[in-house]
């Protein structure tokens, strides 16, 4: 069974986490989206805090406190904002534990601590313009140099390229990909226009390119030629954490419809008492609840093994479609004044459909689940436990 209630550690990371987002986030959440603006000195705050690096040992800067305390913070930020939950999510998730899983203790002393205290910004170069879905078949490639390497390509559609430090890139070795870390002061790397999106505002969204990029041996991340493992390993992961990010959402879209429902009345009564809106409040409800389920259950069986792609595909699937049906009722209930521009409904469905695209689109983990549960079932006759 998903232990769905936390345990007194994580009870206290959430409360000190909660307090942190009412404190700090919620109020500038408004202006994040609007201006378009990441938050570098509440990202900053949250080093300091210890929030960015919970699954990192303290010998680096970190509390080891594993996945489920980084799912917890997702959460809690993507109630108040889920563009800062997806930059946290590309900064912590995607390249400091990419760094720490696969990096040499030379890469991990001389980076994470950096990462953890939020000194800087870090990123993971996966989606190039002509590879997105089908990743593997990158163009960027890495051609063996005096000592190290030299990278040349370009990735799009990054998240936190426009101001990030660090980068963990992808590229083609040969027949094989490899992983490299690189730095904002390589020479052959230049940054490319951040885009102006719908949704995820002040989540830096951008373009990198790489021009012959000199990287030294002892800046390759695991070994040379097993970039495919390490990408398959962090995207089960990946999938799982940014999860996270639209329960929280969930969970402000369905409070601000019963605060709206309860208070909001058209023909002398609150337009809670009726029963068409009591249906959609019981559907977001039902919806909102077995999301969590999902992604704790998914949390617990992905960290014990990051090849669960079926229980990462299908916690995704799920919550990402249903953190859209939800944002997408809440403004339904909010009726005119929720399609206003001023009101947070409005940013919640823009936000909620990042969702269904990033990490791998709702097409895509529907053909992972189908192909998982054939596969399992010609191998055992069975479905899985
Ligand atoms: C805000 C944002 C942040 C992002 N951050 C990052 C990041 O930090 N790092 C990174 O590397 N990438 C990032 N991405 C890229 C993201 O991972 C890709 O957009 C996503 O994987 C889809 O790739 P694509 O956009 O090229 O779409 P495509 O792969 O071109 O897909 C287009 C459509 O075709 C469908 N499709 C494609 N293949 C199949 C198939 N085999 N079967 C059925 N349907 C199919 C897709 O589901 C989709 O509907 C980000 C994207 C966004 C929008």
Redesign the pocket.
Known sequence: MPQTVDTETESMLRESVRAFVKKEVAPIAKKIDREDQFPVEVFRKMGKLGFLGVTIPEEYGGSAMGYRAQGIIEEELGYASASLG?SYG?HSN?CMDSIYRNGSPEIRETYLPKLCSGEWIG?????EPE?????LAMKTHAEKADGGWKITGS???????PLADIFVVYAKTGDSLSAFVALATDSGLSRGKK?D?MG?RG?P?GELFFDSMYIPDNRTLGAIGVGKDIIMSGLNLERVILSFIFIGLARRGIEMSVQYASSRKQGGKPIGDRELIQEKLAYMYTRYETSKMLCYRAVDEVSKDPMNVLSAASCILYTTEAAEYIAREALQIWGGMGYVSDSEVERLLRDAV?GQ????????RK?LVGHELIKNYVKNGRLPE
């Open positions: 997806l590309a995607l990123s993971l170069c996966l989606t590879s997105g879905s089908d990743a990735k799009t559609l990054i998240t936190n390229a885009f999106k995820m989540s969204t990042l695209i990033g990490a791998g689109t709702t097409e895509i053909k």
